[in-house]
């Protein structure tokens, strides 16, 4: 009698703004090493429809059940593009987790706290945000070594202003298991509101101690734990 097969999952990474999908690469090489399939999205930020085409494209190369984690903007792409049927789980890492008709920006009117590091958000003559380069270390990425913030600040994408305001449609994770990362010391999304936002959606909650927003460069072990933690509830390998 032949032993059932098992499907392995598969993650899917998406950046949030500024960023571009070289920010994953501390969790791509350990989930590489464990020999997970894994996708980090180009995440185009010129509007939500956009970013959630790039990831239905991308989750039309995997095998179900797949894995779906969104940073920052990116955790409203995953809202509204997590209903796919192959996703098994969102995971949220310091990231917007908006209920239907809400915005990045109706999440971030939450906040109780004026964000010190909104300050190096500079909007050019197109309608697109850029972070000043200067401010990129300090403002989105303190706990990150300063060369590699640098780096950061050197590939970054724009997102459209009017990206932060395209409300969402589905709403994935009241469908689909979530977990949360909370960066306990983000200048630019208040950890606070990140935690009512984890609670709202019921998420399997991790809070990273001294954290900067850009914590999955800073902690990738302890965002891969989590995205493990995940595998380990929808799924497991052979």
């Given at each position: 009698?032949?032993?059932?097969?098992?499907?392995?999952?598969?993650?899917?990474?998406?950046?949030?703004?500024?960023?571009?999908?070289?920010?994953?690469?501390?969790?791509?090489?350990?989930?590489?090493?464990?020999?997970?399939?894994?996708?980090?999205?180009?995440?185009?930020?010129?509007?939500?429809?956009?970013?959630?085409?790039?990831?239905?494209?991308?989750?039309?190369?995997?095998?179900?059940?797949?894995?779906?984690?969104?940073?920052?903007?990116?955790?409203?792409?995953?809202?509204?593009?997590?209903?796919?049927?192959?996703?098994?789980?969102?995971?949220?890492?310091?990231?917007?987790?908006?209920?239907?008709?809400?915005?990045?920006?109706?999440?971030?009117?939450?906040?109780?706290?004026?964000?010190?590091?909104?300050?190096?958000?500079q909007p050019d003559a197109d309608g697109f945000l850029w972070y000043?380069?200067?401010?990129?270390?300090?403002?989105?990425?303190?706990?990150?070594?300063?060369?590699?913030?640098?780096?950061?600040?050197?590939?970054?994408?724009?997102?459209?202003?009017?990206?932060?305001?395209?409300?969402?449609?589905?709403?994935?994770?009241?469908?689909?298991?979530?977990?949360?990362?909370?960066?306990?010391?983000?200048?630019?999304?208040?950890?606070?509101?990140?935690?009512?936002?984890?609670?709202?959606?019921?998420?399997?909650?991790?809070?990273?101690?001294?954290?900067?927003?850009?914590?999955?460069?800073?902690?990738?072990?302890?965002?891969?734990?989590?995205?493990?933690?995940?595998?380990?509830?929808?799924?497991?390998?052979?």
């Amino acid at each position: 009698m032949g032993t059932a097969s098992i499907a392995i999952p598969s993650v899917v990474l998406l950046h949030g703004a500024f960023l571009d999908g070289s920010c994953w690469d501390g969790v791509i090489e350990r989930l590489q090493a464990l020999q997970y399939g894994v996708i980090a999205v180009q995440v185009p930020l010129g509007s939500l429809v956009e970013a959630a085409a790039a990831t239905r494209r991308a989750l039309a190369r995997t095998s179900a059940p797949v894995i779906l984690v969104g940073h920052s903007w990116s955790g409203v792409v995953i809202t509204e593009a997590g209903i796919d049927p192959k996703v098994a789980g969102l995971v949220y890492v310091a990231a917007g987790a908006p209920d239907a008709g809400e915005s990045f920006n109706d999440l971030l009117q939450l906040s109780a706290t004026a964000m010190p590091g909104v300050v190096g958000i500079q909007p050019d003559a197109d309608g697109f945000l850029w972070y000043d380069g200067g401010k990129f270390h300090a403002g989105l990425a303190a706990d990150v070594e300063e060369a590699r913030a640098w780096r950061l600040a050197a590939v970054q994408q724009p997102v459209a202003a009017q990206a932060f305001a395209d409300p969402v449609t589905n709403v994935a994770w009241r469908s689909k298991p979530s977990w949360y990362a909370i960066s306990a010391s983000d200048a630019i999304l208040e950890p606070a509101l990140q935690q009512r936002m984890a609670q709202r959606i019921d998420a399997r909650t991790v809070t990273l101690a001294g954290a900067s927003h850009c914590s999955m460069v800073s902690q990738p072990q302890a965002v891969t734990d989590l995205i493990l933690a995940a595998i380990e509830r929808v799924g497991r390998r052979e």
